[in-house]
């Protein structure tokens, strides 16, 4: 599969198509973090606009773009294990920097954990330079932030 065959739609984090999606990066994040199992984590908002790449109608992976004014943060970024290293987080990322843009922010930000070297590395090739950790996670040794001009 290229990125040519691929497809990417907005839609809300209701869509039942996220959901399965957004469970697995839960039990992977788990996995990864053992610790923060139970760890009361910020939720996207209601109003967070969801992009799903489907690959033939499958969802392969998804994100969230939470718009908070002037900034956007990039929230629930997952790839599929299976469909990981063809490109689907690097066509999420440009993807939700066009909905921050397009919203008029000018900044977008996003935490990571430090045990995703994978998505450390996606976000990197994105242009997004470490920050100072904001808050809430300012008190979690396990995160760092990342951002962005636009």
């Known amino acids: 599969m290229t990125v040519d065959e691929l497809t990417v739609v907005e839609t809300a984090g209701t869509d039942p198509r996220v959901a399965p999606l957004v469970a697995a990066m839960k039990a992977e994040m788990d996995?990864?973090?053992p610790e923060e199992v139970g760890?009361?984590?910020?939720?996207?908002?209601?109003?967070a606009v969801f992009l799903l790449v489907l690959a033939a109608d499958e969802p392969v992976g998804t994100c969230a773009v939470?718009?908070?004014?002037?900034e956007a943060e990039?929230?629930?970024m997952y790839v599929r294990p299976d469909q990981r290293g063809r490109g689907v987080a690097g066509l999420l990322m440009g993807q939700a920097e066009a909905v921050a843009r397009r919203a008029g922010c000018t900044r977008f930000?996003?935490?990571t954990g430090v045990r995703q070297p994978e998505a450390i590395a996606v976000y990197r090739r994105a242009g997004?330079?470490?920050?100072p950790n904001y808050p809430p996670y300012d008190t979690w040794e396990l995160s760092v932030c990342f951002?962005?001009?636009l």
């Open 66 to 70: 939470q718009l908070l004014g002037a």
């Open 147 to 149: 951002a962005k001009d």
């Open 109 to 111: 930000k996003l935490e």
């Open 74 to 76: 990039l929230k629930r």
């Open 39 to 47: 760890l009361d984590h910020p939720q996207v908002l209601t109003d």
């Open 31 to 33: 996995r990864r973090y």
């Open 128 to 131: 997004f330079v470490a920050i």
